[in-house]
């Protein structure tokens, strides 16, 4: 199985009104909303297009300008990743030669930063597995009986999907636990396409001997439908962060091995290196025809785009 790992920028989906997550390594969350309901720009970072930006956001483009110019040595990185159907997003940042200073372990000033980070890291594998994947309808098994043990809940689903694997070559999967309110637990797994409903189900039951399985494709039009799976298992991702963590022993979320995972680095040429993010855009352009959401960090010379809205 394979576990969260750090990619591109990230939130719940990677939305927010023509802003949202970023960094070049999943970064994103929280900041002020344009035009999307959903508020998921990173913490730290700038939706573009606000109206509150005003002055600010100004100061804060010529210092981070004034910062990049005063240095002398350091790496311009763009990196687009293409789904198809005019799914894509692109990660931009400026990394500079000196290496700041790391706090020793367990002496993290910004353990709550920390955590949200890894929190935007999971969302961020999670979204670009699922879009990779083709992944555009939802599974869910559940349990007759109330299932409280996590472990044994994560090995059900490892058995399952064995016995699923050996009927299916290459099926593909993502899955997320959830706890209901009276404890147990049961999977939100995102799969690909119509599915053999009477297998699954034979196969859950051989595993856990009463329960029941449910497939669904999002109410969305076909392009949109895996953001819509990935909109529905972030929600649930987001929950298992308020969990004990050594339940979930940092692995947030699990999917199966072999699924690719697109990823394009765009050489920066010279010229271009003082207005990195607009160089980032037109490169978007040029893949998915649009852009949609657009954030830009804060504190560092970084940033992430995608073509959806």
Not at 168 to 180: D, F, K, L, P
Request: proline content about 3%; glycine content about 10%; charged content about 25%.
């Amino acid at each position: 199985m394979q576990h969260d790992n750090p990619a591109f920028p990230s939130a719940s989906l990677g939305l927010a009104a023509r802003t949202n997550e970023g960094g070049t390594q999943e970064t994103a969350q929280t900041g002020h909303s344009v035009s999307s309901k959903e508020s998921c720009a990173p913490l730290g970072g700038t939706r573009l297009g606000g109206a509150d930006q005003g002055g600010a956001a100004a100061l804060n483009r010529l210092d981070k300008r004034t910062y990049f110019d005063q240095l002398t040595q350091g790496q311009c990185r763009v990196y687009i990743r293409d789904y198809g159907e005019r799914l894509a997003e692109i990660g931009w940042s400026f990394t500079s030669a000196k290496k700041p200073d790391k706090a020793g372990k367990g002496e993290s000033k910004n353990k709550l930063a920390n955590q949200d980070r890894a929190a935007r890291r999971s969302r961020t594998r999670m979204r670009q597995l699922i879009l990779s994947a083709h992944l555009d309808h939802l599974l869910t098994l559940t349990y007759r009986e109330n299932q409280t043990n996590y472990a044994q809940a994560t090995d059900d689903l490892a058995r399952f999907v064995r016995k699923v694997r050996r009927a299916i070559s290459g099926w593909h999967y993502v899955a997320v636990a959830e706890r209901q309110e009276r404890g147990a637990w049961h999977w939100h797994i995102a799969v690909k396409g119509h599915q053999d409903v009477h297998l699954l189900r034979t196969c859950w039951l051989a595993v856990v001997g009463d329960g029941n399985i449910d497939v669904q494709a999002p109410k969305q039009g076909k392009q949109k439908q895996r953001l819509g799976v990935v909109r529905y298992l972030s929600k649930y991702l987001s929950k298992t962060f308020a969990e004990d963590d050594r339940i979930f022993n940092g692995h947030r979320f699990r999917a199966s091995h072999g699924i690719y995972v697109p990823c394009i680095s765009i050489p920066v040429p010279k010229e271009e290196r003082g207005r990195l993010m607009e160089y980032a855009i037109s490169q978007l352009l040029n893949h998915a025809g649009k852009v949609g959401h657009i954030w830009q960090d804060d504190q560092m010379i970084a940033g992430w785009a995608c073509s959806w809205s």
